[in-house]
């Protein structure tokens, strides 16, 4: 079957006029002639069968079509450019593993221990990327996963690592931060993670004798640890976190426990082993570091 793929010199060069509204820029950027730019464009045209850049009175400028065709294509060329630097950037030894994790783990627990296992394995490139928590993908392109769980992951070998302990968190100078010490949380502005709107419910039912506001879900709300963290640094509210995540803010007193309750949460992480990758000598020693890393927190859990 015929595939109605235009080349890839033709779409660089009408990217290229796209961006910079023209053909003369874009034919210096590409290091063409004017005429080569306007006979790739007029092959990329004829190719499609539809006009996608037309001469007006202020220069060339895209068709509705062209904008509609390079809001489309602009992402997927970024795409192999990324796809083409990364099969360029394997070693020829193969030593490489691919490792996807819960962004998270990652920033708060898994990146400060890198180091260590680099050390170990001088001779591994280690690529970590996002594992996605709640996207189901039933071939996931990395070696070794670090999620929750509950993750799901098709064949994989998933083994326990670590469970998770969420504290209260509030910065140093915050209003109401000696109500909060004795309990008293009623006037406190609770901060949300938006996946997980129900940990607030789960910490104050552990948390005994602490008075919590009239609504617990309420409040400032963020997708990522990171931007909840920084708003507690900026005293917007309380925020509810892995207590891992905000150890160096609590060590250096950049931040400061609004409530002495470590609450064990409901969630807690897997190391995922991809199909096919069990007998892998690189990412059977990477699991086995990892678990071991983790011990102590396991026996805690």
């Known amino acids: 079957m015929r595939r109605h793929i235009p080349s890839t010199r033709a779409l660089l060069v009408f990217d290229a006029v796209a961006r910079h ?25 004829t190719q499609i069968g539809v ?11 895209l068709t509705e079509a062209g904008r509609r065709y390079h809001g489309q294509i602009a992402g997927d060329l970024l795409r192999l450019q990324n ?16 490792v996807g994790a819960v962004p998270v783990l990652a920033e708060g627990w898994l990146m400060p221990l890198l180091p260590r296992f680099m050390a170990l394995h001088p001779g591994c490139s280690l ?38 302990s969420c504290v209260a968190v509030c910065a140093p100078h915050a209003k109401g931060r000696a109500a909060m010490a004795r309990g008293d949380f ?17 910490w104050f039912s552990q948390a005994g004798q602490a008075r919590p506001p009239d609504n617990l879900v309420a409040g400032h709300r963020f997708d ?20 891992y995540f ?4 609590l060590r250096s007193g950049e ?12 969630r807690g992480y897997s190391v995922f082993v991809a199909p096919g990758r069990a007998d892998d000598l690189l990412a059977g020693a990477f699991v086995d570091w990892l678990c071991a890393a983790a011990a102590p927190s396991l026996a805690t859990a």
Request: glycine share 6%; net charge negative; with cysteine.
């Open 246 to 249: 905000v150890e160096r803010e």
């Open 21 to 45: 509204h023209g053909v003369g820029k874009a034919a210096e950027e590409m290091c063409l002639t004017h005429s080569a730019v306007s006979q790739q464009l007029r092959l990329l045209e």
């Open 186 to 202: 009623s006037a406190a502005p609770l901060l949300q993670l938006r996946t997980r709107m129900g940990a607030w419910e789960e």
């Open 224 to 243: 990522l640890f990171s931007s909840l963290v920084a708003a507690v640094r900026a005293d917007l509210g309380v925020g509810l976190v892995p207590e």
């Open 83 to 98: 796809h083409t630097l990364e099969a360029m950037a394997q070693r020829a030894d193969g030593l490489r593993l691919l």
């Open 51 to 61: 006009r996608l850049v037309q001469r007006t009175a202020r220069g060339t400028e």
């Open 127 to 164: 690529h970590l990327q996002v594992f996605p928590t709640h996207r189901y993908m039933e071939d996931m392109p990395f070696d070794v996963g670090v999620q929750y769980d509950d993750a799901v992951w098709p064949g994989a070998n998933a083994r326990r690592l670590m469970g998770e």
């Open 255 to 266: 931040l400061v426990l609004a409530s002495p309750h470590r609450a064990p949460s409901s």
